[in-house]
């Protein structure tokens, strides 16, 4: 048959997505801030008390299991989940609006407002601190990347970098934010309209005001990306490399940021999913946002296992005492067979890599709705199970062995007790709630993007046969 | 009888469109009249027959052959001439992982290539009427008819449409 | 639906410089293939007697062993080494600019893909030649590698990253060569139109008959498109077993660390990537291709080159973090060596000057990015840097190999060795001219299709660059 572009383009595969009048845009995205109210309030609510239970739970293990860091583990593990997957989601607008990518647009606001997840990192953070040893444990220095450094440097300075990244993030959020928050206070009514008048600070679209806006985004965008390579860094060595004696791992850091971002791309995809179904917006969110996106995903994956496989072969084929115990302690979880952290890693290997990487390397799969929120789901359960296996294996290293040589022992795997749970639970909890309270203040799609990506890309007809025309202005 | 072809050259891709278009109104047969152009052109700009191929299904069967022998030569020859070295198992597999993997992707490349030639027709050994001008930016439209039936009729589109040169085979 | 009326033939009419007829797109790029360029053959036998005088050196090598060289106990592993993991990461070149950038859609990417390719080829021919010299009777090498006795039933030790090396180099190497290949079928195609002769009846041969209908060019961009993303991985792995022939040793000090595969896969980009820069300085001053290669695409390079620099920098701070994190004495006096101590420290600077501080500062000017000739001396810059990165890498270690070593003595590379370095370039320079009188160096095709798919639109009084994409 000879392709006729009226017939075969009815399928949504193989239709460009819609160009939208500006108007219907502000109309229809102003709408999703009042989309579902009742739903969303009972939501909250019930995120609301799981994450005061969450809360309490915290306050209540900080108060009786202070003296004893080997049961923090689980707490170390949620941190840095919530640093990982909610950290990392802002990056993934970053890099390629950096690289003016036009299918970027659409997905820009839900991955910034990921940032407020932050909250929930800064809350859970504080108890850590606590337990964490000190620089000098029983008048010793143990091994830290602080080597002569005051005696609290990592306690001081990886608070100061967690806050720099949830600032750095908020004023990316916030500074993308004003051109809407405008709109907000033009076609709205009631407190929205006061919020909108507020925050949009006498935005009125002049040339000099889009300049600096973009000039920030670009800023505070860069810093963003820096900051949380470095806050990843003081992370995974302080919380974990820093208390498991001989675990000297160059490449951890490193691990840890690429599972960042690969946990952010699985969490904007999935809350893409979802926003595009609850607020009805396939007008919007468009199967090339989703493609784009499970192909990034999908490259993530390859990266994680190349990652793991760099270290992992390193401490394999080195068999020195240091070597062995890293692969018995975080990989076998036992010094014969496999222990429960064995599992666990298994089972993060199923989920972050095999199952997904099967999954995402056919493109009708990728190139679908319903496929990429499939690996994305798998993923970020995967991550946090290899958080588990990293962190509660680490923490369950008792303090007097922090100045071995190499851990001698592997220690008993911890299983979660109940306040675990409660505070994993509820930590999340506290993640999403500012999430779903802050789609009621501005649209989870940004309006001025969204405008933008319909003047700079629109369907074409070329000769018998039509593609997109995506302009690319400097 | 034999097979005969016509090539029409056009200076323009439009023209060039248009007798595409003409041919399949004049009801020659699909894929019996091809375009021929010195660059890739978005698919269908001529209205042309999309051409469908299976292209993917040679890495795979490439890779999984690149696997199987690797397992075998890996495994194979370890067993063969088992020494141990460095304090590892005879199978140490995590080595071996590293030839199996390498094996999988040459094998994958080079099914990936066997299939680009295949399914690109080439070697093509009669490549039939053709001019050079077409890498110079001129666009031809062929024909290959059956006999010499149509033959006016096919001239006859492509001069109508703007071919400035027509050549047979 | 609302469209964008676009009327392709009317399409050039709003682009000044870049609107280029096919016939004028021929005759320039196809220069070095139609008619010799003046400077060709002097340049190749000044490059071949090079070659020669290197050849001999390296049997001059042959004959009398080893013992020409500086190596000695307890360095082993010297200068040979040394440039054999250079050219292994100019190597990452090609597959970085040309299947990175294919499969991101970067639309600058188009002059370079061929020339990268090409350096990708030709780098690790050369890269592959160093451990067989270094071996001293390369014609032993031939034991690791293929079972040489099958009545014992001896086979190759699959558990050695000697044996992985040439397995991961192979296969790219036997890759990129195809990959090369099935781009240059089109071209070659144009260049049996435009010849006649022996040359004709050569290019005939090659080009298999190519007539640039549908289906081809269709394989052409999905083939193009799938095997960029076979080719990926495999670079990724080549420069990390490449890395593990260091990494998994524990006994030498400041090789056994985790990063090293991501390092040197970055540092390969790094030197790779500026490679390519050199290179298009060249290709443009000796072709006179100012219409293809603009000052843009070495724009667009530094930038990048920025990035990946930035990037290498971040790598190089963890190894040295981590590798001082143990505190173990012999580390740690090991490192005290490389930074402090002379000729350690000396070189430790110039290194670290010539592949990061000097040249990305610059390049953060776009005056400079611009500018072909600073990018041209800047690019070498990073190279120089490069190779003494993995020199820093190599030497020191084995130089204080363990605490009870009687003897910690320096390396000296020999006269021979220098020689056999500089044979190196000349061979891979020689190798790119003479490809370049047969094939060209641009893709003729992959810039015509540039024009095919870009455009200008007009967004209220501006006039903002466009590119084409097809629905999938």
Redesign the interface.
């Known amino acids: ?3 006729n ?1 009226t017939v075969e383009m009815t399928d949504e ?4 997505q ?2 939208v009048p500006f108007d219907q845009i502000a109309k229809d995205l102003v709408r999703t801030t009042t989309h579902g109210g009742k739903t969303i309030r009972r939501v909250s609510i019930i995120l609301g008390v799981l994450s005061i239970v969450g809360i309490v739970a915290l306050i209540v293990k900080l108060i009786t299991q202070r003296d004893d860091s080997t049961q923090w583990g689980y707490v170390a593990a949620l941190v840095s989940f919530l640093l990982t997957v909610g950290g990392g989601a802002p990056m993934v607008a970053i890099a390629p609006v950096l ?1 003016k990518a036009n299918w970027v647009r659409p997905i820009t606001r839900i991955s910034a407002i990921f940032s407020l997840t932050g909250i929930a990192t800064l809350i859970m953070t504080i108890p850590l601190l606590v337990v964490l040893p000190p620089l000098v444990v029983d008048g010793t220095r143990r ?3 602080w ?1 002569e450094g005051p005696n609290f440097s990592p306690h001081v300075w990886d608070y100061i970098g967690i806050l720099g990244l949830i600032i750095t993030g908020l004023a990316l959020f916030y500074t993308a934010a004003i051109p809407d928050f405008a709109v907000m206070r033009d076609h709205t009514t009631g407190w929205r309209k006061r919020v909108g008048r507020i925050l949009s600070r006498g935005w009125i679209g002049s040339n000099s005001q889009w300049r600096t806006l973009r000039m920030r985004i670009g800023m505070f965008g860069t810093f963003y990306f820096l900051i949380l ?1 470095f806050v990843h ?1 003081l992370f995974s060595s302080d919380f974990a490399m820093g208390i498991v004696p ?1 675990w ?7 691990y840890h940021s690429i599972t960042s971002l690969q946990g952010g791309l699985a969490a904007v995809i999935a809350s893409l999913w979802f926003i595009r179904r609850y607020f009805k917006l396939e007008k919007y969110i468009h199967i090339d946002q989703f ?1 784009s996106l499970s192909r990034l995903l999908f490259a993530t994956t ?1 990266l994680w296992i ?2 793991f496989y ?11 005492g240091a ?1 062995k115990a890293w692969i018995d302690l975080l990989v076998r979880g036992s010094k014969e067979g496999i222990g429960p952290m064995g599992w666990v890693f298994i089972f993060a290997g199923i989920f972050i890599f095999i199952a997904p990487w099967w999954w995402l390397i056919w493109n009708s799969v990728r ?1 679908s709705i319903n496929g990429p929120i499939i690996a994305a789901s798998l993923i970020l359960i995967g991550i946090m199970l290899d958080r588990v296996r990293i962190f509660v294996t680490a923490w369950s290293v008792p303090t007097e062995h922090i100045h071995d040589k190499y851990l001698m022992i592997i220690p008993q795997t911890s299983l979660p007790s109940g306040l675990d749970i409660m505070i994993i639970i509820g930590g999340i909890c506290i993640g999403l709630l500012p999430i779903l309270v802050i789609s009621r203040v501005i649209p989870v799609v940004s309006i001025w993007e969204m405008q933008q990506f319909n ?2 890309s ?16 400097d | 009888m034999p097979k005969q072809s016509l090539l029409g050259l056009f200076e323009k891709a439009d023209p060039a469109a248009d007798a595409m278009d003409s041919f399949n109104e004049a009801g020659f047969k699909l894929g019996s009249f091809d375009v021929l152009t010195g660059t890739p052109y978005p698919e269908g700009a001529f209205g042309e027959h999309v051409p469908q191929h299976r292209l993917f299904r040679f890495p795979a069967f490439g890779a999984i052959i690149g696997f199987t022998l690797a397992i075998f030569l890996t495994a194979g020859t370890q067993i063969a001439y088992p020494l141990v070295t460095g304090g590892k198992p005879i199978l140490s597999i995590f080595a071996m992982l590293i030839i199996m993997y390498e094996m999988t992707m040459l094998s994958g490349v080079l099914a990936t290539v066997v299939g680009i030639i295949f399914e690109s027709r080439l070697p093509n050994l009669d490549p039939g009427v053709y001019d050079k001008r077409i890498t110079e930016g001129m666009i031809g439209v062929v024909i290959t008819l059956d006999d010499d039936s149509r033959k006016k009729d096919a001239e006859d589109i492509l001069k109508k449409s703007g071919a400035f040169e027509v050549k047979y085979s | 639906m609302e469209y964008w009326s676009l009327n392709p033939t009317s399409l050039k009419v709003m682009q000044q410089k870049r609107n280029l007829s096919q016939i004028h797109t021929n005759k320039t790029l196809l220069n070095g293939q139609l008619n010799t360029p003046k400077w060709w053959a002097p340049t190749v036998l000044i490059l071949g007697i090079a070659v020669v005088i290197g050849l001999s050196a390296i049997g001059v090598m042959v004959n009398k062993g080893l013992g020409v060289t500086g190596l000695s106990r307890p360095v082993y592993w010297g200068l040979f080494i040394t440039t054999f993991v250079f050219w292994v990461g100019i190597s990452h070149a090609g597959i970085m600019i040309s299947a990175i950038l294919r499969l991101t859609q970067a639309e600058w990417r188009r002059p370079v893909t061929r020339a990268a390719e090409l350096l990708t080829v030709f780098s690790l021919l050369t890269a592959l030649a160093f451990p067989l010299i270094h071996a001293g009777r390369p014609w032993r090498i031939i034991y690791y590698i293929i079972p040489y006795d099958f009545a014992r039933g001896i086979y190759p030790n699959i558990r050695s990253p000697l044996i992985w090396d040439p397995v991961a180099i192979g296969t790219y190497l036997t890759g990129s060569t195809l990959f090369l290949y099935i781009a240059l079928i089109p071209d070659l195609g144009n260049l049996r139109d435009r010849t006649t002769g022996w040359q004709n009846a050569f290019y005939t041969i090659l080009a298999l008959g190519w007539r640039g209908n549908p289906r081809q060019w269709k394989m052409q961009t999905v083939g193009g498109i799938l095997l960029s993303a076979l080719m990926l991985p495999i670079f990724v792995s080549v420069h990390s077993i490449v890395s593990w022939d260091f990494a998994i040793i524990p006994s030498v000090e400041g090789w056994h660390s985790t990063i090293f595969a991501p390092y040197f896969v970055i540092g390969a980009v790094h030197s790779g990537v500026s490679a390519v820069v050199t290179m298009m300085a060249l290709m443009r001053w000796l072709w006179k291709w100012d219409d293809f290669i603009r000052p843009e695409h070495f724009d667009a390079l530094a930038r990048l080159l920025i990035v990946v620099a930035t990037a290498w920098l971040g790598f190089t701070f963890l190894e040295l973090l981590f590798a001082v994190y143990g505190l173990d004495a012999p580390e740690l006096a090991l490192r005290e060596m490389q930074l402090f101590q002379w000729p350690w420290n000396f070189l430790f600077i110039i290194f670290m000057l010539t592949a990061y501080i000097i040249p990305v500062t610059m390049w953060l000017f776009k005056k400079v990015r611009t500018n072909i000739a600073l990018m041209f001396w800047t690019s070498i810059l990073v190279n120089i840097g490069m190779w003494l990165e993995r020199f820093m890498i190599i030497v020191p270690g084995l130089a204080r190999k363990q605490p009870f070593v009687f003897t910690w003595e320096a390396y000296r590379p020999s006269g021979l060795e220098w020689l056999i370095l500089v044979w190196s370039f000349a061979w891979v320079t020689f190798l790119m001219l003479l490809f370049s009188r047969f094939f060209p160096l641009v893709p003729l095709f992959e810039q015509k299709e540039s024009q095919v798919f870009t455009d200008d639109v007009k967004i209220g009084r501006a006039s903002v660059p466009a590119i084409i994409r097809e629905i999938d």
């Open positions: 048959m000879i392709k572009p595969k193989h239709l460009p819609a160009n690289a091994r830290s990347i080597f390579i860094f001989g000297r791992d160059a490449i951890f850091p490193m493609w390859l190349y990652f760099s270290a992992f072969i390193v401490f394999w084929y080195g068999r020195g070597d190139r003047l700079l629109k369907p074409v007809k070329y000769m018998k046969t039509h593609g997109v025309l995506v302009a690319k202005p």
